[in-house]
């Protein structure tokens, strides 16, 4: 990143103080994946790119990219994986401090194959992130307006919820995304964190699996009933769906060429936290968010291009909804 191009985002920060907690990968995008070559066999693709993800990191840089003053904690390796992976995030004015070396573990990584289709199979290793406790986590987390957790089932539901609980204490809202997919044990896993979480931010297969709901409002409402301040739903071209214990709103995607949907969703929990931050209105943030998901959707990764709050903004001003 260029000086000037530093200095423009420096400048642009707003008196937003964000923590992500949690997962933070380095993701390896390869583009027009065909099939796997057989024995020795090469192949080539069209592109192979890196870049910072995972509920906690994927949501922070973004964050950072939309003018808010971000710090990451969580746990990586001591290893090349975890320098460039520190160095992204750095790189778009991330503070990267509290993110503790775990010499013992890998920093966790996937390999995402993008196939011509669109379809992205993914390898993963989880590393460091399954080594990261509350131990590990510096006091400044809770120095912040919001705090954000990603993935909680690495914690666990009794400290995710100490973590949650010791935040709102320091005058801080919160927030939770969930990483594995939607079960009614993982729900239980990570029960203890609802009543602490002000914005539970999964996707649409996440809340019929954890509730078994026929519908994506009922199983919204039974996630607010266990506790969740309010529930702001991921699903896909459709948009999001957002419910309290009041309302239901139902917010539309943004028309745009898709190239890669990874990463699509910390994009829109990124925009919808910030929006909150900011004191947009819970349709106005989430459609902040569904903006912010397009810009990641036409790239590839959560730092594809060169968009600001300004840039999501203007493309919110001019482009039709779904």
Known sequence: ???????????????????????????????????????????????????????????????????????????????????????LLAEEGVDVAGLVRKAEHQTSSSVIPVRPSGERPAWHCIGANGAFTLEDLDAAAHLADHVHLGGPEFLGGPAAGELLAAARSAGATTSLDVLAPGDPDMLAWIADALPHTDYLLPNDEQVLGFTGAADLASGARALVEAGAGCVAVTQGARGALVVTRDEVIEVPAYAVDVVDTTGCGDAFSAGFVLGRAQGRSLADSAALGCATAAQVAGGLGTDAGAYDLAAVEAFMAVTPTR
């Open 1 to 87: 990143m260029s000086p000037t191009r530093t200095s423009a985002r420096i400048s642009a920060r707003i008196s937003t103080r964000i923590s992500v907690v949690g997962v933070h990968v380095l993701d390896t995008h390869v583009i027009g994946v065909e099939s796997i070559p057989s024995g020795s066999d090469g192949q080539l693709v069209e592109t192979i790119r890196m870049s910072a993800a995972g509920t906690a990191g994927g949501t922070g840089l973004v964050l950072a990219r939309l003018g808010a003053e971000v710090s990451s904690f969580g746990a990586v390796g001591d290893d090349m994986t975890a320098v460039t992976l520190l160095a």
